[in-house]
């Protein structure tokens, strides 16, 4: 089948010539690592990503330095990939303790059930890689061109369906890791550490494109990062259609019997290039669990051979599809699997749980759902969760599950102990879902300032200033207890999932405060998607200051109060009406 190369005429980007000759991710790190500057090349920066770190710096202070003639002040994040978000006491305690050692004094949960560092100094780097690596974790391919963390539902349910989905997240996760050595020889020595994740399988597609030593990826990795998640119809807690490749549970009398298989979702987008759009990923098949590996890598090394190598802001999985369209692209991977394809089953998400609060987990044990505001672990006065959880896991010596809401789940804990946890959490001011109203329960953001190089506006430290506001509003209109997603993000990136959610708020333009600080910035104001996730929303307002946000919403909430249908959504109801009336209405009052 003839289909386009997309950018195969043209010159290739500046990054793909970085990894070509990065000789499988190894060249530039390894020379730079002990030189004794504070950071990496731009080269080195590149690969760095593969690596799970991103170079960074301060930027509350960088005019002040700029001001001082000194140099930036330079930083990392380091992000470990965490499988599902499953993650037992030890490896939780390791990472607090970088954090509180290394790192700026938190953890971070992101929106792929990982855990990030901040504040990481480039001496400290090296120590703290092999330190996440002794607790059997890891960072290799938490960023970069690959398969990134793959997504699973944390909820620990004894139902065999979800253990079932784990295991599976396991075995693709194994598979689709690169296999070369370049990390382990950087960071450790050349001694590859022992993993909890089973010995990867071998390559279940051959093609032409195939490499002795990344045999899924080749030299030069994929054109961009590729994103998979797996979701139950019934639970899409992972998002499902926002990733680049789904697997959708079937589940037939009480068994996991196979997966729906989607394709083509991302959410990164940039204003000023019309070629660039979110987009949500579409059905493509049916398999079976024994066929996931096999269908994963043929939809990788499509991606791989006829990805756009020229221009990094069409580069993504989607865009093949949106140009191919399904039944092409349904084709190709046909012919890279060798067989035909079965169709879809006719089955789609219904509903999302955010699995907070108390709950039996079916083996005569519980967990608990704790709420964490944007994700960010920390003690801040009286509240004091950074300290609260490692109580916890000095305690209890419980594993851990991380969602992709940003929050944390206590599992495996003893019914007897129910008080003692309880207890512990209020000594240490950590409130229990109850005590969360629920549009705070359900809102989002990215880390923005000041780490993020991307950010144009603040996200993670101006939402709770959004929700503080909207929950009063919430409360007068009676509208305090519906539940619908907000979700801000500081650039176009869609890092917090912005654009399919009910209420998205986007950076759009920079501010500053009068000390030279960075300020919150306008937004973009999106309204009409789903909390299920499975409905992009469409833009209300543009170039909405940070103060002004919850006024323009006032008025939609308003007559969302007084039009709607039975139990409809805020996002049901803003597609139904439309929302560029509601943006008319919302503009005259």
């Known amino acids: 089948m003839d289909v386009e190369r997309q950018g195969i005429d043209k010159p290739l980007s500046k990054v793909e010539a970085i990894k070509a000759a990065s000789q499988y991710l190894y060249q530039h790190i390894a020379d730079e690592v002990q030189n004794g500057t504070t950071h990496f090349s731009e080269d080195a920066v590149t690969i760095l990503k593969f690596h799970g770190s991103y170079q960074q710096d301060d930027r509350d202070i960088r005019t002040q330095m700029k001001r001082e003639g000194k140099e930036k002040a330079f930083e990392f994040m380091i992000r470990v990939r965490i499988p599902g978000g499953k993650c037992n006491a030890a490896q939780y305690l390791a990472n607090d303790h970088l954090s509180q050692t290394v790192g700026n004094g938190t953890l971070r949960i992101t929106t792929r059930q990982e855990l990030q560092l901040h504040g990481v100094l480039k001496t400290d780097l090296a120590t703290t890689m092999r330190t996440i690596n002794e607790t059997l974790l890891s960072t290799l391919a938490a960023c970069g061109d690959v398969e990134r963390n793959v997504l699973c539902c944390p909820a620990p349910l004894d139902d065999g369906i979800r253990r079932a989905m784990q295991a599976d997240v396991d075995r693709f996760t194994s598979h689709c890791s690169p296999r070369s050595t370049g990390y382990y020889q950087v960071w450790l020595n050349g001694e590859k550490v022992e993993s909890l994740?089973?010995?990867?399988?071998?390559?279940?597609?051959?093609?032409?494109?195939?490499?002795?030593?990344?045999?899924?990826?080749?030299?030069?990795?994929?054109?961009?990062?590729?994103?998979?998640?797996?979701?139950?119809?019934?639970?899409?807690?992972?998002?499902?259609?926002?990733?680049?490749?789904?697997?959708?549970?079937?589940?037939?009398?009480?068994?996991?019997?196979?997966?729906?298989?989607?394709?083509?979702?991302?959410?990164?987008?940039?204003?000023?290039?019309?070629?660039?759009?979110?987009?949500?990923?579409?059905?493509?098949?049916?398999?079976?669990?024994?066929?996931?590996?096999?269908?994963?890598?043929?939809?990788?090394?499509?991606?791989?051979?006829?990805?756009?190598?020229?221009?990094?802001?069409?580069?993504?999985?989607?865009?093949?599809?949106?140009?191919?369209?399904?039944?092409?692209?349904?084709?190709?991977?046909?012919?890279?699997?060798?067989?035909?394809?079965?169709?879809?089953?006719?089955?789609?998400?219904?509903?999302?749980?955010?699995?907070?609060?108390?709950?039996?987990?079916?083996?005569?044990?519980?967990?608990?759902?704790?709420?964490?505001?944007?994700?960010?672990?920390?003690?801040?006065?009286?509240?004091?969760?950074?300290?609260?959880?490692?109580?916890?896991?000095?305690?209890?010596?419980?594993?851990?599950?991380?969602?992709?809401?940003?929050?944390?789940?206590?599992?495996?804990?003893?019914?007897?102990?129910?008080?003692?946890?309880?207890?512990?959490?209020?000594?240490?001011?950590?409130?229990?879902?109850?005590?969360?109203?629920?549009?705070?329960?359900?809102?989002?953001?990215?880390?923005?300032?000041?780490?993020?190089?991307?950010?144009?506006?603040?996200?993670?430290?101006?939402?709770?200033?959004?929700?503080?506001?909207?929950?009063?509003?919430?409360?007068?209109?009676?509208?305090?207890?519906?539940?619908?997603?907000?979700?801000?993000?500081?650039?176009?990136?869609?890092?917090?999932?912005?654009?399919n959610s009910d209420i998205g708020l986007v950076g759009r333009s920079a501010s500053k405060n009068p000390d030279g600080t960075p300020g919150p910035g306008t937004y973009t104001v999106f309204l009409g998607g789903r909390t299920q996730g499975d409905r992009l929303n469409v833009e209300f307002k543009d170039y909405v200051p940070f103060d002004k946000v919850v006024d323009e919403l006032v008025p939609v909430l308003t007559r969302y109060k007084a039009e709607r249908i039975d139990d409809e959504s805020f996002g049901d109801f803003c597609h139904r009406i439309g929302v560029e009336t509601l943006a008319g209405i919302a503009s005259e009052v």
Request: net charge negative; charged share 30%; hydrophobic share 35%.
């Open 197 to 499: 994740l089973p010995d990867p399988e071998p390559v279940k597609v051959v093609t032409p494109g195939d490499d002795a030593v990344e045999p899924i990826y080749g030299k030069s990795y994929l054109p961009r990062k590729f994103k998979t998640a797996f979701a139950l119809p019934e639970d899409n807690c992972t998002d499902i259609h926002a990733n680049d490749l789904g697997y959708l549970a079937i589940v037939e009398d009480g068994v996991l019997v196979g997966y729906n298989v989607l394709a083509g979702g991302g959410l990164g987008t940039t204003p000023s290039a019309d070629k660039t759009f979110p987009y949500l990923a579409k059905p493509l098949a049916f398999v079976t669990r024994e066929e996931i590996l096999a269908i994963g890598e043929g939809v990788l090394k499509v991606y791989r051979d006829f990805g756009n190598r020229s221009d990094r802001k069409r580069a993504r999985l989607k865009y093949i599809i949106h140009d191919w369209g399904m039944p092409t692209f349904r084709a190709k991977v046909e012919e890279y699997l060798g067989r035909k394809l079965e169709d879809p089953r006719p089955v789609q998400v219904s509903d999302v749980d955010d699995h907070l609060g108390w709950h039996e987990q079916g083996d005569g044990k519980l967990w608990i759902g704790i709420p964490i505001e944007n994700g960010r672990i920390k003690d801040d006065g009286d509240f004091r969760l950074a300290t609260g959880l490692r109580t916890f896991f000095q305690t209890y010596a419980t594993p851990a599950r991380f969602t992709c809401q940003q929050k944390v789940l206590l599992t495996d804990i003893e019914p007897g102990r129910k008080a003692e946890v309880e207890a512990l959490l209020e000594a240490h001011g950590i409130a229990r879902v109850e005590r969360v109203s629920t549009v705070r329960r359900w809102s989002m953001a990215c880390v923005a300032f000041p780490t993020c190089g991307l950010a144009i506006t603040e996200a993670e430290r101006a939402l709770p200033t959004v929700m503080d506001r909207l929950e009063t509003e919430l409360k007068t209109l009676g509208l305090d207890s519906d539940r619908f997603t907000v979700r801000m993000t500081g650039c176009p990136n869609g890092c917090a999932r912005p654009y």
